[in-house]
């Protein structure tokens, strides 16, 4: 029930840290990987070629996801030269942290279309033809700041709170054609977007150490069981919930930081 053989699988922002350790994860369950990066086909390439030296079958394609027409035609030449997408895994995303006081609205709407308006636009697009052919699965990805707030991060919380709920809408709409539509929430994990907060002697590294019942950063290839459960027929009853892979942090007040 977790085996991917057979099945197409896209993730998008896949080029490095939470989005290829997924990717490799379902990868390694047998599905034929489809890469989506934004930035140089040379960084595309090189990706390509790690996946490849893991012995996945990937293909890279390079397009924007917060562009409709860029996604659309993306997704139609992916199921033409790959084949039907059966898993998309809606992962592309930025941060920026700008106190709110302080954050510009154009930054504010970049971060809200690349980390939430992008898994509408994918994600329409794709259930469109998941509907045609009665069932599909697709994984959104969200954030401890799904649930929680933090300084400086008001952009991003206000989009992964969005992600939680159009999770639960789209499953609400789409479960009717055996489309099930969940998300995955990690926690604090050590990749290049959390490298300038998990510097040692850096307060908020300790803090979240010490906030974190594991006791320590979560690392990308923890989120693959996860991912692999969501894109497999394991989960065919499960329908518009989040898994929080966070080491505990969403399951405690934490403790002072001297006991
Ligand atoms: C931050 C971090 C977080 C993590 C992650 C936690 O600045 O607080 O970057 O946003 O990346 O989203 O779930």
């Not at 350790?21 to 989506?36: C, D, I, Y």
Request: charged fraction near 20%.
């Amino acid at each position: 029930m977790f085996d991917l053989n057979g099945k197409v699988a896209l993730v998008t922002g896949a080029m490095h840290g939470l989005g290829m350790a997924m990717a490799k994860g379902l990868g390694a369950a047998g599905a034929r990987l489809v890469v989506n990066g934004h930035s140089s086909q040379e960084k595309i390439d090189k990706a390509i070629a790690s996946y490849k030296a893991a012995g996945i079958d990937a293909s890279g394609y390079r397009f924007d996801v917060t562009n409709e027409g860029e996604a659309e035609a993306a997704i139609a030449q992916v199921e033409s030269e790959v084949g039907p997408i059966d898993i998309l895994v809606n992962n592309a995303g930025i941060i920026r942290r700008i106190p709110l006081l302080e954050m510009p609205l154009d930054e504010w709407e970049l971060v809200i279309r690349t980390d939430l308006t992008s898994a509408f636009i994918m994600s329409r697009a794709v259930a469109k033809r998941m509907v045609t052919r009665d069932g599909g699965k697709i994984i959104n990805i969200c954030s401890m700041m799904s649930e929680l707030g933090r300084d400086s991060v008001g952009a991003y919380a206000a989009a992964k709170g969005g992600l939680k709920m159009l999770t639960r809408n789209m499953a609400t709409e789409w479960a009717r054609h055996n489309i099930q539509v969940n998300g995955i929430g990690p926690g604090y994990i050590a990749t290049e977007q959390t490298a300038p907060i998990r510097v040692d002697g850096n307060p908020f590294n300790d803090f979240i150490v010490g906030r974190t019942p594991a006791g320590r950063w979560g690392d990308p290839d923890d989120l693959q069981g996860a991912a692999v459960f969501l894109a497999s027929t394991a989960s065919d009853f499960v329908n518009g919930q989040i898994i929080y892979v966070d080491g505990g942090i969403l399951a405690t007040i934490g403790k002072p930081s001297n006991e």
